[in-house]
């Protein structure tokens, strides 16, 4: 089967962009990898999939595949490319787009600067809706958050660690480090990913305040590992750390791939709005086999 895509990136997270509104093309959580795969596919962090509308008052759906082939609730770089996509193909005309997700309703906006503005939505910190089992485990309290200690593996032999756990529609756990170009992504990463207290697994990031409106940011993505962006990660630890007093409301965060700006009043009641960059890389057609395990 040949199918049309577009190659796209945000600051650095990059992604194969399919459009399935004229229908559905039904493909297999391992062609999904197969997409994404750097050698033998197109290469991505994540598929993104363009659908129409799916109810009245929305103006697509959205529809996101990890590398792995999983499907997950939500992408924010993705989010913005989404929204430049559907703009430049001329599938819409508006600045603004009401587009579903599989955790709900985002709003992505196109800036005159050319970058997209998302509103991601409210972040969730209740333990049980991100979701995280908390039974047995004292938090460390810090400003109106918590810092929840996590042991790194199951013997009790290792490390423990002091993360933030949220939602942005995908979990998060977030953790302080005093440079991230010495934190142990690599290692912890996977550890904290499969975690048995996430029974969703979990996006891990790790977070160093530069000052109180610049931080850096890495992030351990599910399905994916390390990407240079995570846009709904930078959300989360944006938001964790207003929440625990250590950031003003708006923030800049230096990630490998880019920048990108984070606002939050801090009312759990208000919505995160994360602006960055959405590019065209290049578009082409490949040949995906019918058969693959």
């Known amino acids: 089967m040949q199918i049309r895509f577009t190659k796209m990136q945000g600051a650095g997270n990059d992604f194969v962009v399919l459009d399935e509104t004229d229908g559905q093309l039904g493909l297999t959580a391992a ?19 363009v659908r129409p509308s799916p109810a009245q008052g929305i103006d697509f759906e959205y529809v996101i595949h990890n590398a792995d082939g ?4 939500q992408c924010g770089n993705g989010a913005r490319c989404f929204a430049r996509f559907v703009r430049d193909k001329g599938l819409t005309a508006s600045d603004t787009i009401r587009v579903q997700t599989k955790s709900g309703v985002i709003a992505p906006r196109l800036t005159p600067d050319g ?9 969730v910190f209740d333990p049980a809706r991100v979701p995280f089992e908390s039974a047995g485990l004292e938090p460390v309290q810090q400003g109106l958050g ?3 200690p996590l042991l790194l593996d199951s013997n009790g032999s290792g490390a423990t660690v002091l993360v933030v756990v949220a939602s ?32 969703q697994r979990v996006n891990a990031a790790y977070m160093q305040i530069v ?9 351990y993505e599910r399905g994916s590992g390390e990407t240079l962006a995570c846009g709904s990660g ?4 944006v938001a964790s750390g207003i929440r625990l007093g250590l950031l003003d409301t708006t923030a800049h965060v230096d990630t490998r791939g880019g920048r990108l700006t984070i606002a939050w009043s801090g009312n759990e009641a208000d919505s995160v709005f994360m602006t960055g960059p959405a590019t065209t890389v290049f578009e082409g057609q490949i040949d995906l086999p019918d058969s693959l395990s």
């Open 234 to 237: 930078a959300c989360a630890a």
């Open 146 to 148: 918590q810092k929840w």
């Open 70 to 73: 999983g499907e997950v609730e």
């Open 168 to 199: 942005m529609g995908n979990p998060h756990a977030m953790q302080l480090v005093d440079n991230v170009d010495t934190a142990p992504v690599a290692s912890t990463g996977p550890l904290i990913e499969s975690h048995p207290r996430f029974p």
């Open 211 to 219: 000052d109180r409106g610049h931080v850096r940011l890495r992030v």
């Open 115 to 123: 970058r997209v503005t998302v509103d991601m939505g409210r972040p």
């Open 31 to 49: 062609q999904y990898r197969f997409l994404a795969d750097r050698h033998f596919g197109v290469g991505a962090d994540q598929i993104l999939t």
